[in-house]
């Protein structure tokens, strides 16, 4: 069990917050895609604690360490995340999970994550491990505008004038706007819809999905049973 630092807290939307945390000193090595076991303390049966997971949203090389948190209702370890404060301290566990890359990167790859589900896929492309020599996807399925993650991964965001530079040349880093409330140009549609009209070599391609449950089902039912995709080229992280 480690002691971790909060250095910075910030919202990314109205309801999910950014955490940035010091390593503590001799922490161990991660690799992208891994996540950490916080511990929520006294908020389980009988004032026990509890624990939560939280996918690391920064890649391996960075200083710090970045959690994308959604603040659900009632709920007791987001509410605790949400209550620290910048110099606060808290007790996790770390590194877990084996959802990190795992295929030979001459092939195509499609990343789907939903919500904060884009957390993992994050620290995915921005990690040195990254080098793909074949065509990629990204994709971030979230309800409206007020929704969106990370807008500077997304060429159509045009946020600083470049796109991030994992994208560059690659047609299919998108948002999917389930409801869009304004007059968004992008896809309209939830990841499923956008992936049913997508020209791909889905045979050939890995898929990294993150999400609810739900999406998940439903995009392995997809590349499964229409597309045919081989269940070793699915590789998934479950939220909820
Ligand atoms: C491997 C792993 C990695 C995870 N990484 C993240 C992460 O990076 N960021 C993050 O916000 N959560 C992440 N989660 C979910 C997280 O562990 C908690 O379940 C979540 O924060 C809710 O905890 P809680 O105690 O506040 O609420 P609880 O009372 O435990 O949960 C209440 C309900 O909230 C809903 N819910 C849970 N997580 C989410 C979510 N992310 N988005 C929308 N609805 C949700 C579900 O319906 C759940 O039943 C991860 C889960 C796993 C298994």
């Known amino acids: 069990m480690q002691n971790w630092k909060v250095l910075s807290k910030n919202a990314l939307t109205h309801d999910v917050f950014e955490l940035k945390l010091e ?3 001799g922490s161990l090595p991660f690799r992208a895609g891994q996540y950490m076991s916080i511990v929520i ?3 389980g049966p009988g004032g026990r604690n509890l624990r939560r997971a939280y ?3 920064s890649p391996p090389e960075s200083a710090e360490i970045e959690l994308c948190v959604k603040l659900v209702d009632s709920g007791p370890g987001t509410h605790y995340l949400n209550s620290l404060k910048v110099g606060d301290r808290f007790q996790a566990q770390f590194p877990f999970g084996d959802f990190c890359l795992a295929h030979d990167q001459s092939h195509p790859a499609l990343f789907i994550g939903t919500g904060t589900g884009i957390a993992p896929l994050r620290a995915m492309v921005l990690a040195k491990e990254w080098q793909p ?3 990629m996807g990204f994709l971030l399925g979230v309800r409206t505008e007020e929704d969106i993650l990370y807008p500077e991964l997304f060429p159509e965001m045009k946020i600083s004038g470049r796109a991030a530079a994992f994208s560059e040349g690659h047609q299919h880093v998108k948002i999917c706007l389930s409801r869009p409330k304004g007059e968004w140009r992008g896809f309209r549609g939830r990841v499923t819809d956008y992936l049913r009209a997508l020209d791909w070599d889905f045979a050939r ?3 990294y999905l993150c999400g609810s449950g739900a999406m ?3 995009v392995k039912d997809f590349l499964k049973n229409t597309k045919g995709v081989a269940k070793s080229h699915i ?3 479950k939220y909820f």
Do not use: D
């Open 41 to 43: 303390p006294g908020a």
């Open 23 to 25: 390593r503590p000193a």
């Open 205 to 207: 391609s890995n898929y």
């Open 216 to 218: 998940l089902a439903e």
């Open 235 to 237: 590789h998934a992280e």
């Open 133 to 135: 020599k074949a065509p």
């Open 55 to 57: 996918s690391i949203a």
